[in-house]
């Protein structure tokens, strides 16, 4: 496959990952603050707030498990940005409670970690 169309691919992938996993949030009684955030640090797929809690999601989608699981893909260094999108957002919003999961898609599977990192 070319690459341009490798990385199209991939963009359609991730972006149905993401459609799935605020659909599966949602249902699970979450309620969406912002998809798509954008700080100087980078960006956080979702913003969810429950119970009090804001919670700040990476999605992480795969068609199969060659290269392992859809959360092995969250590593050191994409927790840390995410921390600093929280301290940016909270900044911003205001003080809150705060929690970081990983939504794993597979296919048409979900699998939400709470408490991630």
Sequence with gaps: MPFAQ????????GRKGEDLAVKYMQKS???LVKRNFVTPFG???AIF???GVTVFVEVKTRTNTAYGEP???VGYTK???YRK???YYTLKHGETAISFAVVEVLGD???LIKDAF
């Design 43 to 45: 960006e956080a797929d």
């Design 109 to 111: 599977s979900v699998n």
């Design 71 to 73: 959360k092995d893909a």
């Design 29 to 31: 009684g979450y309620k």
């Design 79 to 81: 927790r840390q940005k």
């Design 49 to 51: 707030t429950k119970d």
């Design 85 to 87: 999108i929280a301290e």
């Design 6 to 13: 490798k990385d199209f691919h991939k963009k359609l992938l």
